[in-house]
């Protein structure tokens, strides 16, 4: 009768139901969907986590299965709903993870359902864990929070005019002023450029000059003498230290203007202010024969990240 009784307590305390191995996956028709789902922004687009979490039985099949012992059952869902990115989502990778354990995650975009994965241990060191090129944003399981920050940033474009102030000579007075047109922002992955360095980020400068133009002081009806602007240096100020920019001008740019791009990878990640400083250079060869040159600093910027 002891050993009768001993044997029926060993049933009741076995799993019920069928169990998935450690390190399997499956498909689950159901969803527990998070309160608030995770936003994860990555440089291919926003990944929304809809479903994340430690769950005691899960339906596949047809049947109600579970996590064998020494194992936890996770539910997830991961969607690509929010796409800002460079390509079409889908390079960046997903995966469960637990100590050596790693389970892929597919993308759910329709949110129609969820992945079942089984991982060692009791879920609490469990992680959701989205990778780009080496680098990872991490999720917790047991809190369905994001670990930090996610690696890619990325500001909120500026876009101004700077005056490329010319100094007209005796007898001529500036009709129309020559500027430089400038976007600005600040990004941790760029597709030519890869990963800022650890603790930076690239900036990310556009430029389109336009040309001023003189007038002499006696003939209003003077056709007027174009003074064409070409950048020729940049530089980026943060909290009284300058980083120079690379120029990178395309083939139409030049004294005549165009667009130019001008990268740096060794801005502080995080800064609190910047300012855009250009470097330019003046040229008029009709009528009159200028050549100028000359800084221009722009207003002080509070990046803010998207």
Known sequence: MVLLVFAALLVGCAPAGPTIPVGDTAFSPSIELLDERVAVRMPDG???????????????????????????LVEVSVSDGDYAGEWAPGRTE??????????????????????VAVLPGDGGDAELVLTFEGRDAVVSVATADLVGE???????????????????????YTMVGAVIQADLRMVGYLPERGWAPEGEVWVEVRMMTRPG???????????????????????????????PLELVVDENAGVGGGDALLV??????????????????LAAEDELRIVQEGTVTGPLLTPERI
């Not at 997903?94 to 992945?115: H, I, K, N, S």
């Open 46 to 72: 926003v990944y929304l986590v809809e479903a994340l979490g430690v769950r005691e039985k899960a339906f596949v099949d047809g049947e109600t299965v579970r996590a064998p012992g020494g194992a936890v």
């Open 94 to 115: 997903t995966m469960l993870r637990a100590g050596d354990t790693e389970v892929p995650v597919e993308l759910d975009p329709a949110a129609v359902g969820t992945q």
């Open 150 to 172: 996610s690696p890619f940033i990325e500001t909120v474009p500026w876009g101004g005019t700077l005056e490329a102030v010319i100094e007209p000579p005796a007898g001529w």
């Open 213 to 243: 133009t003189l007038l002499p002081v006696s003939d209003d009806d003077h056709d007027g003498v174009v003074v064409a602007c070409a950048v020729e240096g940049a530089s980026v100020l943060i909290d009284g230290a300058e980083y």
């Open 264 to 281: 740096v990878g060794t801005v502080p990640a995080g800064a609190d202010a910047v300012q855009l400083r250009v470097g330019y250079r």
